[in-house]
């Protein structure tokens, strides 16, 4: 018998719909879930299985977690070192530190001035004995190194480069000693996440790189203003230092001033959006 005309509607629809669902590698039930629930599916979930991952120049594990109705994977890390000088992209560092730590920071960070939407969910976690960071595998289609590899532009340039404009601002707040175009991920939609931030957190007092610093969104500049050290103090204090969390501080002030200082020149409607 046949199948009718409604049915093989129904069946090309599905078809349609697996396809889509494994080209673009994200399963069709990802659950949507808010960053609260997020921290307490990382925190308590049990590991039910774990691989290393691919990316990465020490290929993270990837954990597969079940709370018994949601399973999905997170990323951990663990490492935690301390040197007094090291040799990294940028040369040699002295008092180098790389932490899962500073993911932790990183989030919380990104917290208080509403970029937790680009920051992913990072929370603290003990596996097989060693504590590290644990953040939510993100649902990506590429890293910006295979952007520019595959040549590839967003859709919407404007709200890519809105985007990129905030992790430019975070970047600088932040003070990555050894950023790189990996660590920049890219959804199905084009939205970006900024992850990896274990050498994070130094000291230095003024951005890095403030021509980095071309346009910023209205409510991330204000948010900026009302950061305070008390506040980042205690949010943050298991992970960063007290001289960590007041060069935030340093760094915001240069930021704002500089934000500021463009908009007196050219006027808000060129820096801020």
């Not at 002295?94 to 500073?102: E, G």
């Not at 404009?165 to 600088?172: A, L």
């Not at 970006?192 to 910023?216: G, M």
């Not at 900026?224 to 943050?236: P, S, Y």
Request: glycine letters at 4%.
């Amino acid at each position: 018998m046949n199948p009718s005309p409604v049915r093989w509607r129904v069946l090309v629809l599905a078809a349609l719909v697996f396809l889509t669902c494994r080209v673009s590698g994200v399963s069709a039930d990802e659950p949507t879930l808010t960053n609260d629930q997020i921290k307490q599916f990382l925190a308590t979930a049990k590991v039910v299985s774990s691989r290393d991952s691919s990316k990465g120049t020490t290929h993270p594990p990837r954990l597969t977690l079940s709370d018994g109705t949601i399973t999905h994977d997170a990323s951990f890390q663990s490492i935690d070192e301390h040197k007094s000088s090291a040799q990294i992209g940028i040369g040699t560092e002295l008092n180098f530190v790389d932490s899962y730590k500073y993911n932790i920071a990183a989030y919380q960070l990104a917290e208080l001035i509403g970029l937790d939407d680009i920051v992913p969910v990072y929370v603290e976690r003990k596996w097989k004995g060693t504590t590290g960071s644990l953040s939510w595998w993100l649902p990506v289609k590429m890293d910006e190194v295979e952007r520019h590899a595959q040549k590839l532009t967003a859709p919407d340039p404007e709200a890519w480069n809105n985007q990129m404009y905030k992790i430019r601002v975070f970047d600088q707040l932040v003070a990555d000693a050894d950023p790189n175009l990996t660590n920049v991920l890219i959804g199905e939609k084009w939205q970006i996440w900024r992850v990896d931030f274990t050498r994070a957190f130094r000291l230095n007092k003024e951005p890095k790189n403030p021509k980095d610093l071309v346009r910023c969104d209205r409510q991330l500049l204000e948010k900026l203003k009302q950061l305070d050290l008390n506040v980042l103090t205690e949010k943050t204090k298991k992970y960063l230092t007290k001289d960590e969390a007041k060069a935030v501080l340093a760094r915001r002030d240069k930021i704002v001033a500089q934000f500021q200082s463009m908009i007196a020149q050219k006027g808000e409607s060129e820096v801020l959006y």
